[in-house]
């Protein structure tokens, strides 16, 4: 019998890459492993591991709580009977949810319609109608464990031609996307987002990369927009998205509107959410759209729950009938996450007995977040040689970094990227663990490092950074 041996794989898996859950998260982990093991005996310079890597909020380390209206719900669901055993325990509004719901799904432990509870669909529905003031269809809806789930089944379903049809991602990306295209042999085509303003999404470099493609012989079928950022944190304005709603018509895009941060917003009052699906239907635009949502990040940081959706904007019927198809082969999306995207859209309101607990926990979240992110920008741009776009947006600061040639060639020497070698030495001298710049992508001979504003204690941490920074810079 022959063995099973990586080179006998599908050659598409070896091209993966997420740089997200890299070299640097693993080391992060034996780091953690050391410190839990050997305590003060571990041999680190540091006690504990910060992850600053992933936008997990929920992350042991990082401990957002979780939103208790989510969790009531979510218990009652899972265990019915609480509703009679416990009735004093839970909200009045909360026992009136789950209700309704168990009415509508019975048990979690069963399959639901395989493109999710048409309950919860229509729910997804209104706040969708609600938020952009045009009517939204919940058999346009989908959905999915997770936003990564749509994204995915898009990408499958949009490569025709192995590495001859192209999808447009912003660099830098989350590498959800090219990790995504590189397994359905699927082209990236890359336009840069210009770092000099603010990040902002340059028509003018998608229409760059439209070139690049047409002299590659590679057929343009979607562009991927991520807003708000990651790893920028950045926010398109209105204007620009009506420019790139016009760019998806010329070009007879598939826009593919990456959301998952829409409710992130350090400073909402300048810097405030549109959704591409209210700009299309504003410039009543035939484009197809796809809408990506997800309970993973915005207050509710519910990751391991695995929930989202995806609407559907100017798609066929015949085509919304194959993705069915799709998702019918995975029987349904996980029921814990349906119940949690139905407690994101759903919200308490203004009167219900849940609402004012509701009210506190989230402004208490939107708040730590606005703060962390202005406060570590502030400090990271004190740095020589660091600049840092405050980012009005997402989960994220992305930091440039200035490199000198030696630490360049003693990165080149330890056979590592520039940037991967100055996080790594940052995260063996201070438990600090970020995502370097070359895990997204970014411009020849510039170099970044990503890092979330989820953890608390940013004056402890900053002030690891800095002195770290210092102390590198010296050296190199
Ligand atoms: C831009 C973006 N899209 C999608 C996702 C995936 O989210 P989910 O947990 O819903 O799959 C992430 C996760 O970090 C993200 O940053």
């Not at 969708?128 to 990564?148: C, K, M, Q, V, W």
């Not at 940081?301 to 082969?329: L, P, Q, T, W």
């Not at 506190?360 to 570590?376: F, P």
Request: with cysteine; charged share 20%.
């Amino acid at each position: 019998m022959r063995p099973l041996t990586v080179d006998s794989l599908n050659p598409a898996i070896l091209n993966v890459q997420y740089a997200v859950r890299g070299e640097l998260a693993i080391k992060a982990e034996e780091h953690r492993v050391n410190l839990q093991e050997n305590g003060q005996a571990s041999g680190l310079p540091f006690d504990r591991v910060i992850s600053t890597n992933i936008g997990n909020p929920q992350q042991k380390g990082l401990d957002q709580p979780p939103i208790t209206f989510v969790r009531q719900v979510a218990a009652l669901m899972e265990w019915p009977d609480l509703r009679r055993l416990a009735p004093d325990v839970f909200p009045k509004d909360v026992i009136a949810r789950a209700t309704e719901l168990y009415e509508e799904i019975g048990s979690v432990g069963a399959y639901s319609h395989s493109q999710g509870v048409p309950l919860i669909r229509k729910s997804v529905a209104n706040f969708i109608a609600e938020r952009d003031g045009y009517p939204s269809n919940p058999a346009h809806i989908f959905l999915t464990g997770g936003a990564s789930y749509g994204v995915s089944l898009l990408i499958s379903m949009l490569i025709s031609t192995p590495y001859k049809t192209g999808i447009l991602i912003p660099i830098p990306q989350y590498p959800l996307y090219t990790a995504t295209l590189a397994q359905h042999s699927g082209a990236a085509l890359p336009y840069h987002l210009d770092e000099a303003s603010d990040w902002s999404t340059a028509i003018g470099e998608i229409e760059a990369a439209l070139e690049t493609a047409a002299k590659d012989g590679i057929s343009p079928k979607g562009l991927v927009i991520i807003n708000p950022g990651n790893p920028t944190g950045a926010l398109l304005d209105e204007h620009t998205q009506e420019k790139v709603v016009r760019l998806c018509e010329k070009h007879s895009l598939v826009l593919l509107a990456d959301e998952v941060y829409q409710t992130n917003l350090h400073r909402a009052e300048t810097h405030p959410f549109t959704s591409f699906k209210k700009v299309v239907r504003k410039l009543d635009s035939p484009i197809p759209l796809v809408s990506f949502h997800s309970i993973s990040k915005g207050v509710s940081g519910e990751c391991g729950r695995r929930g989202g959706y995806f609407e559907c904007v100017n798609i066929s019927d015949e085509v919304i009938a194959m993705m069915y198809k799709m998702v019918s082969v995975g029987l349904c999306p996980p029921l814990a996450g349906q119940i949690g995207v139905d407690c994101m859209v759903r919200p308490p309101k203004v009167g219900d007995e849940s609402y004012p607990l509701w009210k506190e926990e989230t402004d208490t979240i939107h708040k730590a977040l606005a703060s962390r992110s202005g406060l570590m920008a502030e400090r990271l741009n004190k740095l020589p040689g660091v600049s840092c776009v405050d980012s009005p947006g997402a989960l994220y600061l992305y930091p440039k970094i200035e490199l000198s040639d030696k630490a360049i060639a003693a990165a080149k020497e330890a056979g590592k990227e520039p940037d991967a070698f100055y996080a790594l030495a940052l995260l063996d001298a201070t438990g600090i663990c970020v995502v370097p710049g070359s895990g997204f992508g970014q411009k020849e001979g510039e170099y970044h490092y990503r890092l979330t504003c989820l953890c608390p204690g940013v004056d402890e941490y900053v002030g690891k950074l800095e002195k770290f920074h210092e102390e590198f810079s010296k050296k190199y």
